[in-house]
């Protein structure tokens, strides 16, 4: 292909305007004149106007289309390789690849456009930030190191660079760089004499970096010895008094406790600093003892002390009791939430059914009532507890008037406390009052629109949620809703709208709604462009390198986690055909809702709007798995790897399903977890016909060695499942997807005492309806121990 030509003077003005009208958006303005040079240079290209031209039709059009990126992608090719030694062309390519998140291309265009001009901050500053997003730390500290060359009288670029550097885990490079740099400021400030050359913060940044450089060599006491050189020009005092207790106690110094008393001084509240101290003491008991009498107001090493005493003790019930009698005479409707973490413990259940007379007399009525309903909840009493809080809504309701707020906190109790007991109905009606008293309370609101969900009310969810994000704003109808929440990455919310469906058996809508979350995740972890670009300022670099490292673990996170649960459950149900659905499942919706849906929402950006395509895809548990070793990198937990058996089981490759029995069993899985694996993996190789002989032998021998419980081999497998799965809900997993669900409704039924809160009744009951058995006698049974579930 010809190498561009120089532009003369009339194209050469034409040109900076069409990057004049580009930079202001006004890219109909710029085509024309970019189109304009293209014409006239027919057999003299210029390859920085075909890459403009490249941008400017990607941006005239808010959805590209496949012929309009397709003709793009060709511009900028040709662009590029025309004018292969210009900066700008390169540039421009970059820009373009980063709009299409070709990141790795964009990243190689940039590199080529730095280094034609390392003088241009710009392409500097897009190559840096893009090597930081995608965590490409070698490149990163060439880049780093090439602009510090440039301007070395910078304080951020030397800053910059350090950060890359320990990012890149080159501490030794760190140690030299900092001392570099000291002594390069030190000749600045004696050369310029310049009250307002002052780097303290910089210069204080980097030393502590050098210091934590020194302490990731596993070098503890020459970092102690560093930090106490460095004193005097460190200003975050409370880094430095932290990093040196954390270094005393790896020394073995006796001077630790100490410091970690003081720290305590500076902050009573801090767990960690309570924890670290009592490692480091010979009586915790007593030391706990000593700084609840010095911080008499500060509950922390209160709570610390009773978790060390024997719960049945004198010496326990008189501090549990005065705790809990102090804190209720507030007469704060929150109370509890304190005293929950103690109701593992049978002990204290009886110790506040013994004193609820000195409870009740310690506070008022409404007070009393919510702490009282929530500890019937808690010790498992649903009756109690709906009774205790019910008694006194005429009190609260009277209150109202003038104090809104304790209405609403009310409210909201009575609203959990039904949620526990399994109504979810009346619990969303609780909700829907509180958050009409206070309309403009964004908590009130999230915790309706969840409470929607759970409910499988997925249109009052939906319009709840607009009317949430848009306040005051009510959505037209449910195609509006839905459209807008989806498209504003709200994790919280369209995980709700997931399980929601999931419950309701919508599994497409289910799947749909679980693969916008993990979409949604995948745009966090790859579009960070803003954050790093603000984030190396003043003051903040060892911040922004924890964030960096905490970036890296993103899809570590529950709402993450919860979508690949429900993306796996649906594609193994369906594609491994546990449950006959394919398409346009039995919905609850209804078709006409459906019909009525298709006719609003905007399909133009949307080919799938319910997700039948994707609940029908034949690769559907290849991509189950995909999401799964995501998952798995930065939550190696049993279930993740039981659920990975699961898949790798519906697909019939049984070596990597022992594979993970094998792990889930090494990361700590229960019995019943193992037995279940096992069954699975035993009905999956019993059932494959095609499995080769040689590798069907090979996995029943190993099979043994993880299940060790029982004969997992000659054990019928429902009498196996019976006698070994003792979760219930592991227990009626395993027989659905053995399909052994004859009398299965009737013998869960007798084991339903064993379900303790009303999201395992309720887990429980899902999987009975996708086992497609007749739920009537669970059901019976179900509501005579929870009268109020409203589920079913």
């Keep these: 292909m010809p190498k561009s030509q120089p532009l003369n003077s009339k194209d050469s003005s034409a040109f900076q305007r069409a990057l004049i009208h580009y930079e202001k958006k006004e890219y109909e303005q710029s085509l024309a004149e970019v189109e304009g040079i293209i014409e006239r240079r027919k057999d003299r290209l210029h390859g920085e106007s075909f890459c403009l031209k490249s941008l400017l039709l990607y941006h005239l059009k808010k959805e590209p289309d496949a012929e309009t990126l397709k003709e793009c992608d060709e511009l900028t090719a040709k662009g590029s390789e025309i004018d292969s030694e210009s900066h700008v062309a390169w540039h421009m390519a970059g820009i373009y690849y980063k709009l299409r998140t070709e990141y790795r291309k964009a990243l190689k265009a940039y590199m080529s456009s ?16 893009l090597a930081a997003q995608l965590r490409d730390f070698p490149t990163l500290v060439d880049v780093r190191r090439k602009a510090l060359t440039q301007h070395m009288n910078q304080r951020m670029s030397w800053a910059a660079l350090i950060a890359a550097l ?17 002594r390069v400021m030190e000749v600045e400030r004696k050369q310029v004499k310049d009250p307002k050359v002052d780097d303290r913060v910089e210069r204080s940044e980097c030393l502590m970096l050098k210091a934590e450089a020194i302490v990731a060599q596993n070098k503890p006491k020459r970092a102690l010895n560093y930090l106490y050189t460095i004193e005097p020009n460190v200003r975050d005092k409370l880094a430095w008094c932290e990093l040196e207790a954390k270094l005393l106690v790896e020394v073995n110094k006796p001077e630790a406790k100490k410091r970690y008393l003081l720290l305590i001084q500076r902050n009573p509240s801090d767990v960690e600093y309570y924890k670290q101290a009592m490692k480091l003491s010979e009586d915790p008991v007593g030391l706990l003892k000593e700084l609840s009498a010095a911080n008499p107001k500060e ?42 973490d103690f109701y593992s413990d049978p002990a204290v259940i009886k110790l506040i059914d013994d004193n609820i007379a000195q409870l009740k007399d310690s ?16 010790s498992n009493r649903h009756s109690d507890a709906l009774t205790a809080i019910e008694d006194v809504k005429p009190i609260a309701d009277a209150d109202a008037g003038t104090d809104v707020d304790t209405q609403a906190d009310y409210l909201l109790a009575y609203s959990h406390i039904l949620t526990r ?104 972890q790859r579009e960070q462009y803003d954050f790093h670009f603000f984030g190396p300022r003043k003051g903040t670099l060892r911040t922004y390198i924890n964030m960096v490292e905490w970036e890296q673990s993103v899809y570590d996170h529950d709402v993450y986690a919860r979508a690949v649960d429900i993306v796996s459950t649906v594609w193994v149900t369906i594609n491994a055909k546990y449950l006959d659905v394919v398409g346009e499942e039995n919905t609850t919706l209804g078709n006409s809702w459906r019909k009525e849906m298709l006719e609003k929402v905007d399909t133009k950006t949307d080919s799938d709007p319910f997700g039948v395509a994707a609940l029908e895809s034949p690769d559907g548990l290849s991509r189950a798995v995909d999401v799964l070793k995501t ?19 519906a697909q019939k490759k049984h070596v990597l399903a022992t594979q993970s029995l094998k792990k889930a069993k090494e990361r700590g899985a229960t019995n019943s977890q193992i037995a279940m694996g096992a069954c699975i993996i035993r009905h999956a190789l019993d059932t494959d016909d095609h499995v080769p002989d040689i590798i069907k032998q090979m996995q029943l021998k190993l ?86 579930v409203s589920f079913f």
């Excluded at 320990?166 to 000291?182: A, H, I, Q």
């Design 166 to 182: 320990f990012l890149d885990k080159k501490y030794t490079e760190v140690e030299n760089t900092v001392e570099l740099y000291d």
């Design 421 to 524: 007991a399994g109504d979810l109905a009346a619990a969303q009606a609780a909700l829907a009052k509180a958050s009409g008293k206070l309309p403009g309370d964004v908590y009130l609101n999230t915790k309706y629109t969840a409470a929607c969900f759970k409910n499988s009310d997925v249109s009052a969810g939906y319009k709840a949620a607009f009317r949430f994000y848009i306040q005051g704003k009510h959505a037209k109808d449910d195609a509006e809703a839905m459209n807008y929440i989806t498209s504003i990455e709200s994790v919280n919310t369209v995980i709700n709208m997931a399980s929601a469906h999931m419950i309701r058996q919508e599994y497409s809508l289910a799947l749909k709604r679980a693969l916008n979350v993990i979409d949604i995740f995948n745009i966090y």
């Design 631 to 649: 998952l798995e990198k930065v939550r190696p937990t049993p279930l993740v790897y039981l659920k990975e058996l699961e898949v790798y089981a």
């Design 114 to 129: 730095y280094q034609l001009n390392p003088d241009n901050s710009n392409v500097y500053q897009d190559l840096a930030m």
């Design 703 to 788: 099979l043994p060695t993880i299940a060790t419980e029982g004969d997992v081999l000659n054990d019928e497998l429902l009498q196996y499942t019976n006698s070994f799965v003792t979760n219930v809900l592991d227990w009626l997993k395993t027989r659905r997807i053995l399909r052994l669900t004859e009398n299965l409704s009737t013998e869960a039924a007798e084991k339903i005492e064993e379900l303790v809160t009303e999201e395992d009744l309720e887990s429980a009951y899902q999987e009975l309806r996708i086992s497609g058995v007749d739920t009537e006698p669970f059901v019976k049974t179900s509501k005579e121990l929870w009268p109020r």
């Design 363 to 378: 506070c008022d009525e409404v007070p009393f009532a919510v702490f009282i309903a929530y500890h019937y909840s808690y």
């Design 299 to 340: 509950l922390t090493p209160c709570f610390l002390l009773l978790n060390e005493l024997d719960s049945t003790s004198p010496e326990f019930t008189e501090l549990f009791m005065k705790t809990l009698l102090s804190q209720l005479s507030r007469n704060v409707l929150t109370t509890f939430v304190l005293f929950k």
